[in-house]
């Protein structure tokens, strides 16, 4: 062999050693550098994805993907899935297992991958299916190395970056790459590079190098507010065959207005003139629709249907009427059908949906949201209302948890619009309690309470409202365990939707509620609705706090005390202001001899810097202590 072949042969092989060296490395778990061990239950040691976008209907995307695993709770992260449809076609998928030093355990084909519907088991039927590696370890650490691609026909979905992935999970090597071989833009849009190690190597390709694990942390805001995310979208794209067109939220809207609604909505005449005929007293279009949305919870229910154009294209009104059942987007636009009929004004809405408030992008549109809603503008003297239409029992007009105080896409003909949900401050969130107790000479109590909530108070309590007796007892044992002996006597519960507020009325006894000790009894004043917990105590916070939600509550407690049993002396009030809340607790004696307790609790929503979080914690720590705090009655 003359040298003229020989050195390219020679590099060649040097850079497959090195390269193959490298992947070694990446195998063996001991080779991870302690920083990135730290707080972590896994370690992404190489995320490497390429989408290579060659029409605006074939997109093809590959992973190779290496994570070690120190524990059961890190298997979590090991994220070897892929799903697929007929529009989405896997073309290669494997996952090699290695223990601690790199050797191998065993292989996994796709063949051997988990092949589940895509949705939950209460979707009644569904186009999209995923797979995904589901590996047991009878030890660890050990390393998975997975590897997929993927052809995709529907390109309305483009991979999203996210190198740091979730708490208690460091990225030793993470990249994304773009190539864009159509004529049609890729759009990106870049969020939280601050303090991370961030290169990017073209509009379109980004690495990360030794991210370390983030701890999870009381109060903390949405993990994706603050970690580093680029977000991708094709301006033209195809879901399912229908082509669309993504330059803004507008036209995005427009999309969805004219491709996915368009053609749904036609109901049988029987049921025009049926919904017609309840309305036909309404003098107003808000008892319309009162009487519409009603006619839609009494009759029909929620079942998932996940199919027609990527899941994202609801079924016909009529086939909802026929059916009695639909998911969030075929009773939406049942209802939205049926207002349209009685000539109410109404918008189908996409939104994200969970306790955790989430918007959608001001700044960048995309395909977004897991859920639809109604939105029906200016409905009374200008006023905004938003229907959950997946409910049977939600009261007209109001807003969950679920999906309050966040930006929701808004389609109309002209295009899409983003509009903010209806949101609930701390003294439209109220709760109050009255109680009246009886106390004896041995510290027995008995009594009955009322509580009645509203606002968001009312979608945290109003769950409580499908419980049997069993189970309801069960509930308050559960909520008031700090009062040891406790016994729910009965509770009983109902709701005022009109306003919305929820009601409960309980009657209890606690055998032991007060301690002799000699001629004292001691007792403690608030007695239910009490702070029990503080936030926890953090020596070098990371990240700054939100309180998501503010509230108010306000208790009064009457306690009768039996004869023999006398007031000793009554504590001066307590009254705590903060940047965060407000507290007060004031014992006083009625005319009657009775001790009356009033406290009144508010809690105030936002964000606030992490230098602030001891200055908070103080805050509900001093709640805490004046709602255990003990008081002395006299035994005569």
């Known amino acids: 062999m003359n040298k003229i072949t020989q050195y390219p042969l020679l590099l060649l092989l040097l850079f497959t050693i090195s390269t193959q060296a490298q992947l070694d490395s990446k195998l063996i778990s001991i080779t991870i550098p302690q920083k990135l061990t730290t707080n972590a239950n896994a370690v992404i040691r190489q995320n490497d994805v390429v989408v290579e976008v060659n029409d605006i209907d074939d997109v093809t995307v590959t992973e190779d993907r290496i994570v070690t695993v120190f524990n059961k709770t890190g298997m979590n992260y090991i994220n070897a899935h892929q799903n697929y449809s007929d529009s989405w076609d896997i073309k290669d998928m494997r996952a090699v297992i290695y223990d601690a030093l790199g050797n191998e355990i065993t292989t996994i084909k796709e063949r051997d991958f988990r092949d589940v519907s895509a ?47 979730n708490f208690y999970c460091s990225t030793e090597s993470s990249s ?26 073209g509009d379109l390709h980004y690495v990360a190098k030794d991210l370390v694990a983030i701890k999870n942390e009381a109060y903390r805001p949405g993990f994706k507010s603050f970690a580093p995310v680029v977000k991708f979208a094709m301006k033209n794209f195809v879901m399912e065959g229908v082509e669309g067109v993504n330059n803004s939220w507008q036209d995005f809207g427009k999309w969805m207005h004219d491709d996915l609604l368009v053609g749904t909505q036609e109901l049988p005449d029987e049921v025009k003139q049926e919904i017609k005929s309840l309305t036909s007293n309404a003098t107003t279009d808000i008892e319309k629709a009162k009487i519409v949305y009603e006619y839609v919870q009494d009759r029909s229910r929620y079942i998932s249907v996940q199919v027609g ?13 026929k059916m009695a059942y639909g998911d969030c987007k075929g009773l939406t636009n049942y209802t939205m059908a049926l207002m ?20 959608m992008d001001r700044e960048f549109s995309m395909t977004e949201g897991n859920h639809v809603i109604l939105y029906l503008p200016e409905l009374e003297e200008n006023k905004d209302y938003w229907l959950e239409c997946t409910s049977k ?29 209806t ?21 027995r109590l008995t009594g009955k309470v009322n509580i009645e909530s509203e606002g968001v108070q009312y979608a945290w309590r109003n769950r409580l409202e499908s419980q049997n007796s069993g189970d309801l007892k069960n509930n308050y044992l559960e909520q008031w365990d700090h009062l040891n002996g406790l016994f729910i006597i009965d509770a009983i519960n109902s709701s005022d939707k009109s306003i919305p507020r929820f009601i409960e009325d309980v009657q209890l006894e606690i055998a032991s509620y007060g301690s002799k000790t000699g001629n004292l009894l001691l007792f403690q004043p608030v007695i239910l609705n009490r702070n029990t917990s503080e936030p926890p105590v953090y020596s070098d916070r990371r990240l700054d706090f939100e309180i998501d939600r503010g509230y108010i509550d306000q208790d009064i407690y009457e306690i009768q005390l039996d004869e023999g049993v006398s007031v000793d002396a009554l504590p001066n009030p307590v009254n705590i202001k903060s940047n965060y809340g407000e507290y007060d607790l004031k014992l006083s004696q009625s005319d009657n001899g009775n001790i009356v307790v009033e406290r009144r609790l508010e809690i105030l929503a936002g964000m606030f810097d992490k230098k602030e979080y001891e200055e908070y914690r103080k805050f509900r720590s001093e709640v805490v202590k004046h709602d255990s705090s003990k008081r002395v009655l006299k035994i005569n």
């Not at 899941?311 to 016909?316: N, R, S």
């Not at 105080?405 to 509009?419: H, N, S």
């Open 393 to 421: 029992t939600a009261p007209f007009g109001f807003m969950s948890d679920f999906t309050d105080d966040r930006d929701a896409l808004v389609i109309t003909p002209e295009g899409g619009k983003l509009v903010h949900t």
């Open 309 to 321: 154009i990527g899941g994202w294209k609801p079924i016909e009104a009529v086939d909802v009427h």
């Open 423 to 443: 949101s609930y401050d701390s003294n439209k969130n109220l709760q109050k309690t009255l109680g009246q107790f009886q106390i004896n000479e041995n510290g």
């Open 176 to 201: 994304i790459q773009i190539i864009n071989n159509s004529d049609t833009e890729v759009k990106f849009k870049e969020q939280n590079f601050d303090s991370f190690s961030i290169e990017k190597l």
């Open 119 to 165: 949705v939950d088991s209460g979707t009644l039927y569904a186009d999209n299916r995923v797979k995904y590696l589901e590996y047991t370890a009878r030890t660890f650490p050990i390393t998975v190395h997975y590897t997929s691609e993927v052809e995709m026909e529907s390109t309305a979905f483009l991979p999203q970056w996210l190198p740091l992935e």
């Open 340 to 359: 349209n009929e009685v000539g109410v004004k109404s918008n189908y809405a996409a939104i994200y949906g969970g306790s955790e408030k989430r918007s």
